[in-house]
């Protein structure tokens, strides 16, 4: 238990660092909600002088004031509402936002291994629904809380004020309210991780469907999409259901345990030397003050399910926050490398697999030449260019460029030197134009992206468009074919003008008269530049300089294309299939 409340008022601590900066907002909070307290525990007050002065006749200017008192307590407590509400509102949306914009800044520098083992369903319910668990717990429960609080505070002082004796019966129920709060704000917060990774769940399900809407539709496989989902949705329910169980028995425990106060004051009262002390302004003032308790006890306990959840929520957003960044600590940034590629004994293995994805892989590119990489699927060809970029650190061995091990450059400024189209091409919901100069701001001229969109073979499907250049693609690029996204990654590599280009079976969801366009595209683009193609047809790269065949993580031939088709070897042996099958 004590391991929980150390790890809530860290937590706490962290989240309040949030909203250091909003001090106008939190002050305005708080003196809506003091006021609020303040104005409530007047208006109780207020019966001891009218039963006392006013209805009995000892004063009757407090009968001819009461309805004026009225009006401007009411109105006095709208305002103070108003206030608390809107100000601790301000506070947690800027809270959320800057939780929001941390974690997504976050993940962006996160390493490519981190995203092989978090579904982008449980990324995306962090950013969502923790965030807006957070959004409560920041506005509307902390209101609750420190509002409702301060009205008990203020009740439990006035009834102190007015009889000690029967206050002091509350104090004995205090400790046992304090007890039975507490074991509940253990099971809510527990519950409160439980909902978020279930809730991971219904968000990993519905963008696995609607990513691969056509496959369902195809294979038939609605029944079991709707299975899946109706599984996951039934565990959100069922821990739902657990929370509002645990908040529907603590209340009426709390309410019972104050009532047995309120119960035994009424007890006491009976007794004439107890009598004998109250007026009878003062014994409704203080049966009113405990019955005005149940409200803001109830209120307090209710909102201790919301702050659970976001206290809960707020764990689960520091852990992404606290997780390790990629590693950049080069210092020697260069402008433009030459791009002279050298692999040294490289040996690389991906976390949970015992295989070895590259085992002692050698081999050099000088400046300007270009290397293909050939060989069975999952062989280590992607591995070596993921490698060269720094998507996975970790490696034994040594990469350098122009001498220079990968690792003594910034990260920023490795990448720059490379331009990378993958088979996997991923658009933004955005422009053809955008797309194509991604991330460069006003660096390249109009001209310069049709100049590069021309040179991949991109303008002739582009001016069908009516927007031509302007036409928003989509998400994905959903609007274009296989080819069309293929040659837009291509245009953006070629505006790009890195001296290391990487092509990653950049050709192969292009049909065969595309595929001879671009392929003259990228032979011009080659020249002057270090090349790495990883090919599957062995046809779009008999003008490599040099010829790779990796197999199990292993580099096992290597020489031109004229060398190897007449060895009797695996290059040999595709080369034969490929031709029979073309």
């Given at each position: 238990m004590t391991h929980t409340t150390n790890s809530s008022l860290v937590t706490f601590k962290r989240l309040i660092s949030y909203v250091k900066d909003k001090k106008l907002g939190i002050f305005g909070g708080i003196l809506g909600m003091l006021g609020y307290a303040?104005?409530?525990?007047?208006?109780?007050?207020?019966?001891?002088?009218?039963?006392?002065?006013?209805?009995?006749?000892?004063?009757?200017?407090?009968?001819?004031f009461m309805p004026i008192f009225v009006l401007i307590i009411i109105s006095a407590?709208?305002?103070?509402?108003?206030?608390?509400?809107?100000?601790?509102?301000?506070v947690g949306n800027h809270v959320v936002m800057k939780l929001q914009r941390a974690v997504f800044n976050h993940l962006m520098q996160m390493p490519v291994a981190f995203f092989d083992k978090?579904?982008?369903g449980d990324l995306l319910s962090k950013i969502t629904y923790d965030c807006n668990q957070v959004a409560n717990a920041a506005s509307n429960s902390l209101v609750s809380i420190f509002r409702e609080g301060a009205m008990v505070v203020a009740l439990l002082t006035m009834m102190f004020y007015q009889s000690w004796q029967l206050s002091l019966i509350f104090f004995v129920v205090g400790p046992l309210v304090g007890f039975v709060i507490n074991k509940v704000s253990k099971r809510f917060r527990g519950l409160g991780h439980q909902i978020q990774a279930a809730m991971g769940s219904v968000t990993t399900s519905s963008e696995q469907m609607l990513k691969g809407h056509k496959e369902v539709l195809m294979f038939g496989g609605q029944q079991v999409e709707q299975d899946k989902?109706?599984?996951?949705?039934?565990?959100?329910?069922?821990?739902?259901m657990k929370m509002i169980s645990a908040q529907a028995i603590s209340v009426p425990v709390i309410q019972f345990l104050a009532s047995m106060a309120l119960a035994f004051v009424l007890y006491l009262a009976t007794f004439p030397q107890v009598m004998d002390t109250l007026t009878p302004g003062t014994f409704t003032l203080i049966i009113s003050a405990m019955f005005a308790l149940m409200k803001p006890i109830k209120a307090i306990t209710q909102v201790n399910n919301e702050i659970q959840k976001g206290l809960a929520a707020c764990d689960s957003l520091f852990a992404i926050l606290d997780s390790d960044l990629e590693k950049n600590s080069g210092t020697k940034a260069i402008a433009k490398v030459k791009g002279d590629i050298e692999f040294k004994h490289v040996r690389f293995g991906y976390d949970g697999k015992e295989k070895l994805a590259l085992n002692d892989v050698s081999f050099t590119v000088p400046a300007g030449k270009t290397v293909a990489l050939v060989g069975r699927s999952g062989s280590g060809k992607s591995t070596i260019a993921a490698i060269l970029t720094r998507f996975y650190d970790g490696i034994e061995g040594e990469v350098t460029i122009d001498g220079q091990s990968i690792y003594d450059f910034p990260l920023d400024n490795l990448r720059s030197q490379m331009a990378y189209v993958s088979q996997k091409v991923h658009?933004?919901?955005?422009?053809?134009?955008?797309?194509?100069?991604?991330?460069?701001?006003?660096?390249?001229?109009?001209?310069?992206?049709?100049?590069?969109?021309?040179?991949?073979?991109?303008?002739?499907f582009i001016e069908q468009f009516p927007d031509g250049l302007d036409?928003?693609?989509?998400?994905?690029?959903?609007?274009?074919?296989?080819?069309?996204?293929?040659?837009?990654?291509?245009?953006?590599?070629?505006?790009?003008d890195a001296p290391i280009l990487i092509l990653d079976e950049a050709t192969s969801a292009l049909d065969t008269e595309s595929e001879r366009h671009i392929q003259s595209a990228l032979e011009a683009l080659q020249k002057n530049r270090t090349s790495i193609v990883i090919a599957h047809r062995l046809s779009t790269i008999e003008n490599a300089d040099q010829i790779l065949v990796v197999d199990q993580g292993q580099v096992i031939e290597q020489g031109t294309h004229q060398t190897l088709s007449q060895k009797d070897g695996i290059y040999a042996n595709l080369l034969k299939m490929q031709t029979s099958a073309g």
């Open positions: 303040a104005v409530d525990a007047t208006f109780i007050y207020s019966l001891k002088p009218l039963l006392d002065e006013g209805l009995t006749g000892k004063n009757p200017d407090v009968l001819t407590r709208g305002l103070a509402a108003f206030l608390s509400s809107y100000c601790m509102a301000w978090n579904s982008t989902f109706a599984q996951v949705s039934n565990k959100v329910r069922r821990q739902n658009l933004f919901d955005d422009t053809i134009a955008n797309n194509i100069a991604y991330a460069t701001g006003d660096k390249y001229s109009r001209e310069q992206i049709i100049a590069a969109a021309r040179t991949a073979n991109a303008m002739e036409t928003m693609v989509g998400e994905d690029g959903v609007m274009l074919s296989g080819g069309q996204r293929q040659r837009i990654a291509i245009a953006r590599a070629l505006l790009r």
